[in-house]
T-cell receptor
Framework: AQSVSQHNHHVILSEAASLELGCNYS??????LFWYVQYPGQHLQLLLK??????LVKGIKGFEAEFIKSKFSFNLRKPSVQWSDTAEYFC???????????FGTGTRLQVFP | DTAVSQTPKYLVTQMGNDKSIKCEQN?????MYWYKQDSKKFLKIMFS???????INETVPNRFSPKSPDKAHLNLHINSLELGDSAVYFC????????????FGPGTRLTVL
């Protein structure tokens, strides 16, 4: 069965530190890739998405992610985190032209001032 | 002017009761979803409807019955509530079937005592 793995369950950083959250998926076909963020007590919001084209995608709030097809990965990065980035981050995948969004288990990011 | 709204936001009830959660989207989308987020923050799709037609039905107990009176609404009715049903339930919508960004509602936190 298709799955999405996020290996970092809990990440703690100081402000201005760089961030990289790992995401790997298991599916050999064409996929669409997403990163969603859930701030405390709020609903999920889309950070960025990859459908096709340039594998380096830029999202909101200074986030970016790189799709590496050979590694089945879509890691999220931010060069300098802020306290307001404290949230739960979810990687998600849809198989090409399907409706089902498969989520990873999430990574809890805590940023301390 | 909320895009995807859910009511109620919180729901506390006793085991064995029947309850409903409502979802409405004013985005003009054709496809709507229900997700369950458990206590470990893991998100899993439950159902999907496209233009009032059921298109995804994951292995969910038949105590859960979605109903879509029109394409802007997707309600979730749960019979004979169990302790394990305690979770946050998210509604989402997307313009059409396939590989699109999903827009999420604020969630309904269901607690079964």
């Amino acid at each position: 069965a298709q799955s999405v793995s996020q290996h970092n369950h809990h990440v703690i950083l100081s402000e201005a530190a760089s961030l990289e959250l790992g995401c790997n998926y298991s599916y050999g076909g064409t996929v669409n890739l997403f990163w969603y963020v859930q701030y405390p007590g709020q609903h999920l919001q889309l950070l960025l998405k990859y459908f096709s084209g340039d594998p380096l995608v830029k999202g909101i709030k200074g986030f970016e992610a790189e799709f590496i097809k050979s590694k089945f990965s879509f890691n999220l990065r931010k060069p300098s985190v802020q306290w307001s980035d404290t949230a739960e981050y979810f990687c998600a995948v849809t198989l090409y032209n399907t409706d089902k969004l498969i989520f990873g288990t999430g990574t809890r990011l805590q940023v301390f001032p | 002017d909320t895009a995807v709204s859910q009511t109620p936001k919180y729901l506390v009830t006793q085991m064995g009761n029947d309850k409903s959660i409502k979802c409405e989207q004013n985005l003009g989308h054709d496809t709507m979803y229900w997700y369950k987020q458990d206590s470990k923050k893991f998100l899993k799709i439950m159902f999907s409807y496209n233009n009032k037609e059921l298109i995804i039905n994951e292995t969910v107990p038949n105590r859960f019955s979605p109903k879509s009176p029109d394409k802007a609404h997707l309600n979730l009715h749960i019979n004979s509530l169990e302790l394990g049903d305690s979770a946050v339930y998210f509604c989402a919508s997307t313009p059409d079937r396939g590989d699109n960004e999903q827009f999420f509602g604020p969630g309904t936190r269901l607690t079964v005592l």
